[in-house]
């Protein structure tokens, strides 16, 4: 399927969202997605709990999202993980492109780097990574 209107991509962002906060307190602790519609993309920023192993969260969320690759077209993937670390926020992966996600599902080992990202504070609810 081709996502042609703006209603057709706003639909597919509230069902993927919904789906992919049904998980939420599982492989992650807090999930957000919005549409980027002028680069033809869609971005999820995860916020992962002290104890998540970034690899493992990440097969995670390739198998909730692998099955609407096929349906998310012309919308390109892009993944930001984040963790609170003594009370500030800090990226520690992002993937752009679903072949990039797709792939990096196969990696024995994601490295984790952390990047302040004091701007994501306003996407999460929670101001924390604890359990």
């Known amino acids: 399927m081709l996502l042609q209107t703006d209603q057709e991509i ?13 998980l939420n307190g599982s492989p992650w602790k807090e999930v957000y997605c919005e549409v980027h519609s002028q680069y033809n993309e869609v971005v999820f920023w995860i916020l992962l709990y002290n104890d998540n192993e970034l690899t493992e969260t990440h097969r995670a ?23 609170y670390v003594e009370g500030n926020l800090f990226r520690i992966a992002s993937m752009e492109g679903n072949s ?31 359990r």
């Open 100 to 130: 990039v996600i797709i792939s990096r599902a196969g990696d024995e080992q994601l490295n984790e780097r952390q990047i302040p990202s004091d701007w994501c504070t306003v996407v999460f609810r929670s101001n924390n990574s604890k």
């Open 10 to 22: 706003l639909e597919f962002r509230n069902s993927i969202l919904k789906e992919l906060s049904g």
């Open 61 to 83: 969320f390739y198998a909730a999202m692998s099955i609407h690759v096929d349906t998310m077209f012309p919308l390109q993937a892009a993944v930001s993980y984040f963790r």
